[in-house]
């Protein structure tokens, strides 16, 4: 794991994690919009690394090393915790563990619960496919990718995680993300806000927001009418500002 910094002066800090097979970069509109208000930090999972090969065991593994990495800076407080995707269930379990003060949750399209055995099965086949045909340069993966998963600008930080992530390290994600998380009361005093889309596999996402808004109340939900996962943040990220701004400001 890496921790990119940008961090100028005395400031609110706000943690920003990522989604599976996606690049730290993917941050860079939000970290541009929120860095005069915030000291941000842009993590880099495990098998998400791009100068040198890490594996990925497991979300509970990934958000104990983020809070060991903030408590090692004397830092117990976050204003804004931030996931997308796999991103927004180790920013929940973090919240969850209570090792850190979380003023406000983020989570966009979290994958809080559980999914079938033959779906999992299905999805480390088809992340296997889609990373190996990655590593050879395979046009048409490539150009599938541009259009359905990530913009062109971050597809070279992409090219280069895929060429160092394991088979493991994919088999380890995807089962991690697919086994639910144990939603329940708390007296966590946090705001929370949970967005999603409505296409595909975000109606897991839209069970997970509902769960969350079960068992604390004042979680706000957002539903992008139309959108597949994620795709606000990823592809229009100055609305998805727009809608964390606002909901930061109240």
Known sequence: MIVHEF????????VLVH????????????IASFKEYYNIYAIALNAHTEDAA??????????????????????????????????????????????????????????????????????????KDIVHKSKVREA??????????????????????????????IENIVTSVCTGSKIEGSNHQSRILFIHGTKGNEVLSKKAAKLIKKYHPVTEIVCFKGDAHCYKAIYQPEKWVSVVKNFLRK
Request: hydrophobic residues 45%.
């Open 19 to 30: 989604g599976a097979l996606t690049p730290w970069q993917i941050w860079t509109p939000q």
């Open 54 to 127: 890490s594996e990925f065991v497991s979300v509970l593994a990934e958000a104990k090393e983020i809070v060991q990495y903030f408590r090692a800076k004397n830092i117990d407080t976050i204003d804004v915790l931030c996931g997308m995707s796999l991103g927004g269930k180790i920013a929940h379990e973090i919240w969850k563990s209570n090792k850190l003060n979380i003023h406000n949750l983020i989570m966009d399209g979290a994958p809080l619960v559980a999914c079938p055995k033959f779906a999992i099965n299905i999805m480390i086949k088809n992340y």
């Open 7 to 14: 961090v100028d002066g005395n400031k609110p800090i706000m």
């Open 140 to 169: 048409k993966v490539i150009e599938s990718f541009k259009k359905h998963f990530l913009p062109e600008k971050y597809l070279d930080s992409y090219l280069k995680i895929a060429d160092l992530m394991t088979d493991k390290s």
